[in-house]
């Protein structure tokens, strides 16, 4: 069975500009969520979504938005890009009805180097 | 508020020898708690998770972590190190009080992990 997919694996882009990132979960997987894993630290919780509804919210600021379409795949936006929006984007799901308790599935990641 | 402390950037251990990743946590309520590697330019890929009962959890790859409500740790450890687990390891935790956001885990900030032959 397929894991998480992530794309782009590797982009770059200049500052002020727009990016979207996509995630296609594992099948049956129905929470999407997105992390911000910048260099040397761990990774830090941006956005979940369930059943096509946003379901928590990290402190990030307006710029980051996200969706998740019918077939559960998601969209990660950030818009006027900052050098400090560089990170590793990762995208993760949980198997359904293990609520609290489930583990992260992570996919491999979209490396965003902001110039 | 929700932390998790990982106090070692860093740790060292010889081929054959045990190891120990330290990981420290602060919730509000009971806490839940997962392991996860990462290698160079590699997603994260789940080792264990403590949820409740045995406070000994066994996990992939022949690791191991030992939940200590008193001292509210989680440390991972494995009895004979290889080379190949040389990598990145994050502690994380979720509030059981925390309601709604399934996917939101409190990652620490990593430690690396050097096995010399």
């Known amino acids: 069975d397929a894991g998480v997919t992530q794309s782009p694996t590797h982009l770059i882009k200049t500052r002020g500009q727009h990016v979207t990132l996509r995630c296609s979960p594992i099948s049956g997987h129905k929470s999407v969520s997105w992390y911000q894993q910048v260099l040397g630290q761990g990774p830090q919780f941006i956005f979940q979504?369930?059943?096509?509804?946003?379901?928590g919210r990290g402190n990030f600021p307006d710029r980051f938005s996200a969706r998740q379409f019918p077939n559960y795949s998601s969209e990660l936006n950030v818009n006027a890009l900052l050098l400090g929006d560089s990170a590793l984007y990762l995208c993760a799901t949980t198997s359904p009805g293990q609520g609290n308790t489930g583990e992260l599935f992570f996919g491999e990641g979209s490396r965003l180097t902001v110039l | 508020a929700q932390s998790v402390a990982q106090p070692e950037d860093q740790v060292n251990v010889a081929e054959g020898n045990p190891l120990t990743v330290k990981c420290t946590y602060s919730?509000?309520?009971?806490?839940?708690l997962f392991w996860y590697v990462q290698y160079p330019n590699r997603g994260l890929q789940f080792l264990l998770k403590?949820?409740?009962?045995?406070?000994l959890v066994k996990g992939s790859y022949g690791f191991e972590a030992e939940f200590n409500k008193s001292q509210t740790s989680f440390h991972l450890k494995k009895p004979s190190a290889l080379v190949s687990d040389s990598a990145l390891y994050f502690c994380a935790v979720r509030d059981s009080n925390h309601g709604g956001s399934q996917g939101n885990l409190i990652f620490g900030k990593g430690t690396k992990l050097s096995v010399k032959p």
């Open positions: 919730v509000s309520g009971n806490p839940y």
């Open positions: 403590y949820i409740t009962g045995d406070n």
């Open positions: 979504y369930y059943e096509k509804e946003e379901r």
